[in-house]
């Protein structure tokens, strides 16, 4: 009974290991590819899948996701002879897992070195300046190659970027120097700006300012004159209404004597000739009433008539 049990035990495993070899499960997204003796016979896709047990085998399990593959600095020459290395980073997807897995050894390998390869023609081609400027380029031109090229491997390459170009330290240091002199151009030009906006407009604010002022002032002369003038009228209609005699005349003369004669240092002071007419004519008036005190020989000075002008000499004052 031992070696009928032995060979049933034998039995089972043999069909529990010949159930997992034909039932195959393909997880989404993934591809599998099915040899029999060696040779291709078909591609497993996402499901359930059945396979001869011992007859077929799986060669290759392929991710179809877009994968991302970055690849490490590479030192690239450009136009005006200068080194920079350059990091990229693909972004590829397989399309065909037979392609993918008879039609090259390595596809992460070739891509690598496909890169490599097509970015030393680009950056050959352009100076440092262009390159550091033109990145879009550079990714278009990069990816339009690979593409193609790759395209009879199954893989189509969805994009290229260029995460860093990294130019030499001299050069660097250069171009920091030539940005910091930049900034400072640009700052000393808005400041200039600024100080000429300045000046104009305050040169405009005080050009309004003297304008307003020579308007007020000629406007204030105006009005001042006017009423000078409307004074002067008003004056004169009054005096013309009241109809003076010569007498009144002589008085007003007689009120402005001791204003003329105001101030210590008046020695010598002169007066129209006009001021003996109101004399006598004053004199004549006040006749009338009899004859004045102390009017003949008093501390006042004589009065002298020289070429139509009258000069009185007043006596000091002690």
Known sequence: MEPIIIVLIILVVLVFIALIKTIQVIPQASAAIVERFGRYTRTLNAGLNIVVPFIDSIRNRIDLREQVVP????????????????????????????????????YIQAIEQLTVTT????????????????????????????????????IRVNRVELKAIEPPTSIQDSMEKQMRAD?????AILQAEGVRQSEILRAEGEKQSAILRA???????????????????????????????????????????????EGDANKLWIVPSEIGDALKG?????????????????????????????????????
């Not at 600095?73 to 008879?102: E, G, K, S």
């Not at 900034?183 to 700052?187: G, Q």
């Not at 006749?287 to 004589?302: D, V």
């Open 282 to 318: 004053l004199g004549g008036a006040l006749g009338n009433f009899g004859p004045l005190s102390g009017g003949g020989s008093g501390g006042g000075g004589a009065v002298k008539s020289s070429g139509g002008v009258e000069r009185r000499e007043q006596p000091p004052i002690d």
């Open 215 to 261: 308007e007020g002032e000629a406007r204030a002369a105006a009005l001042r004159a006017e009423g000078e003038a409307q004074a002067i009228r008003t004056v004169f209609e009054s005096i013309h209404a009241g109809d003076p005699d010569q007498k009144l005349l002589s008085y007003q003369y007689l009120q402005m004597l001791p204003k003329i004669a």
């Open 119 to 154: 970015l030393r023609n680009i950056i050959g081609g352009m100076d440092l300046e262009r390159t550091l400027t033109s990145r879009e380029e550079i990714n278009a031109a990069l990816r339009g190659v690979l593409d193609e090229a790759t395209g009879k491997w199954g």
């Open 71 to 106: 690849f490490p600095p590479q030192p690239v020459i450009t136009q005006d002879n200068l080194v920079v290395n350059i990091d990229t980073v693909i972004y590829y997807q397989v399309t065909d897992a037979r392609a993918a897995t008879y039609e090259v050894a390595s």
């Open 183 to 187: 900034r400072d151009k640009r700052a």
